[in-house]
Nanobody, 122 residues
Framework: QVQLVESGGGLVQPGGSLRLSCAASGSVFSNYAMGWYRQAPGEQRDLVAIITSGGNTIYSASVKGRFTISRDNAKNTVYLQMNSLKFEDTAVYFC????????????????WGQGTQVTVSS
């Protein structure tokens, strides 16, 4: 079983930057794919980014070039670096994990974090 603990959410101005962290425990972190989803009020939950155990990444078109997903296996932690933030990035961001990257892509990973609020406001 994988347990996920998120941190780093908060309030930031448009054009600013924020880094989210997700610490994993309970199993071998390096064997799992990790991902981020987000959900704005009244809207569907959307994929943000995925990183596989081998370091391959995929991004949604809305964040590609602005966000970077990375992992530090020594710390059992995955990060989401968010730059050039826009009002439209405001959402609850969820960390998730599964041994199969395809499960994250289809929105059905085995494990989810609690979510962390990111608010972009002037």
């Amino acid at each position: 079983q994988v347990q996920l603990v998120e941190s780093g959410g908060g309030l930031v101005q448009p054009g600013g930057s924020l880094r989210l962290s997700c610490a994993a425990s309970g199993s071998v972190f390096s064997n799992y794919a990790m991902g981020w989803y987000r959900q704005a009020p009244g809207e569907q939950r959307d994929l943000v980014a995925i990183i596989t155990s081998g370091g391959n990444t995929i991004y949604s078109a809305s964040v590609k070039g602005r966000f970077t997903i990375s992992r530090d296996n020594a710390k059992n932690t995955v990060y989401l670096q968010m730059n050039s933030l826009k009002f439209e990035d405001t959402a609850v961001y969820f960390c998730n994990s599964d041994r199969r990257p395809g499960a994250i892509l289809t929105g059905t990973p085995d494990y989810w974090g609690q979510g962390t609020q990111v608010t972009v406001s002037s």
